[in-house]
């Protein structure tokens, strides 16, 4: 229903939340259904190298003096039919099917991978666009509140008691405002075209949750490190070496010879009597010294690149874990100085400076100064936020799993 309703979201003006964002990826994202496709693909092949060779039918008409002769003219003429069959050597199939069937569990892991890279994609794109849509609503109320400062600022020079320099600086700093609303909305809409994009839409109108806050995070450094096993790119590898070994035994297996078999029936008439004739042949592979060794020997380079590959997989989702780890610590330290400290001094010294200033007891300057540190915090508060989320969410593809849900509103 999803998939049917998003060619016509934009006029249907319908909003979409995190989980209608997220059914949406799935069913919509082009990357993601052509590595589902890959992956179905990747299942069908064990069956097909794990068979035997097609089996061959033979029609032979010998004839005596000219082609075509009777049958009853002479004893040599006959109409054969036969049928062969070839048969690699024992084990051989069976290694082929299970060398496929590692490799298709690699790719099943990619395809995991992809999905988790995307949806983290959707995500940070989300929080883009979530924080960008909080913070012109916030510039907006700095915008009213402004306002009204120079509201105070012009009664006061209409009285004699204030500057008009003072009303041209507060008329400075709301068209200043403005501007910051502008490039906030263009934010916005980069993250809306980022989120299209994702989901294969022409448009997307994303619903905004009443509040933010900072995801609550639990997990410690140590059992993300150990997650990091689980992690879809570490184990396609892991496949990946998997199936180089089974390549190996693969290789052994070549040095063995391949057998065939032709069985056939020949039609003589009613005159003489009828032949029949089985044969064994056997491949001999001669030229291994130049063939059959060197294939082992690249299966053995192949593996060792394969561990190599894997090796490096973890060695960087490690990476990865600690380096989102400490930015997200560091993140969830800065909020905290945010919200417990900076705002709520910032807040306090605007409410005293209002007082102060249509008193006359500070200028006009020092209250601009004191209100554009509370914007210019509270912007910085919401872009950390970001930050935060953001760090999370690019951590999931790393350990293989979600670590906080995407929901309306992170609490």
């Known amino acids: 229903m999803l998939a049917g309703t998003l060619p016509n979201l934009h006029a249907e003006e319908r909003t979409l939340g995190p989980q209608d964002l997220l059914n949406g ?30 089996p ?18 002479t004893e040599f003429a006959y109409q054969g039919f036969g049928v062969s069959q070839e048969f690699p050597f024992p084990g051989k199939l069976a290694l082929a099917s299970e060398e496929a069937k590692r490799e298709g569990e690699g ?46 600022a012009r009664n006061r020079y209409t009285v004699g008691k204030g500057l008009q320099q003072d009303v041209l600086k507060a008329q400075l700093e709301v068209s200043t405002l403005e501007q910051q609303i502008a490039m906030l909305d263009e934010k916005r809409q980069r993250a809306e075209a980022e989120i299209a994009s994702l989901l294969a839409a022409p448009s997307v109108v994303c619903r905004a949750s009443g509040d933010l806050h900072p995801s609550a995070f639990t997990v410690s450094l140590d059992e993300l490190i150990r997650a990091t096993n689980d992690s879809p790119r570490v184990r396609a590898e892991q496949k990946m070496v998997d199936a180089r070994a ?31 004739m089985a044969t064994v042949e056997v491949k001999i592979p001669i030229y291994h010294a130049r063939k059959q060794r060197y294939a082992l020997e690249e299966s053995h380079s192949r593996l060792n690149e394969a561990k190599q590959n ?66 210019s915090l509270d912007r910085q508060y ?14 999931e593809p790393v350990v293989g799993k979600e670590l906080v849900p995407f929901r309306e509103t992170n609490q």
């Open 25 to 54: 990826l799935m069913q919509n994202n082009p990357a993601i259904q052509a590595a589902r496709s890959r992956f179905e693909a990747a299942t069908k092949r064990p069956s097909q190298v794990g068979a035997l060779p097609e």
């Open 56 to 73: 061959r039918a033979r029609y032979t008409n010998f004839g005596v003096g000219h082609p075509f002769s009777a049958l009853n003219a």
């Open 107 to 152: 790719v099943q892991q990619n395809y995991r991978a992809v999905v988790l890279d995307i949806t983290a994609r959707l995500k940070v794109a989300y929080y883009e666009w979530l924080t960008a849509n909080k913070a012109i609503e916030l510039t907006r109320k700095h915008s009213d509140l402004l306002s009204r400062f120079e509201a105070i």
């Open 246 to 276: 089974v390549t190996i035994n693969r290789s052994l297996k070549d040095f063995r010879p391949d057998f065939g078999i032709n069985l056939e029936w020949d039609h003589t008439g009613g005159n003489f009597p009828e032949h029949y």
């Open 310 to 375: 894997y090796r490096s997989a973890q060695q960087q989702a490690i990476y990865q874990v600690k380096d989102q780890y400490l930015s997200i610590q560091s993140s969830e330290r800065i909020l905290n100085l945010y919200k417990t400290t900076l705002i709520p001094q910032a807040q306090l010294t605007v409410d005293s400076s209002v007082s102060a200033y249509e008193v006359g007891s500070i200028d006009f300057l020092t209250l601009l100064t004191n209100l554009t540190n509370l914007i």
């Open 382 to 395: 919401y872009d950390e936020l970001a930050r935060h989320e953001e760090a999370i969410a690019r951590r």
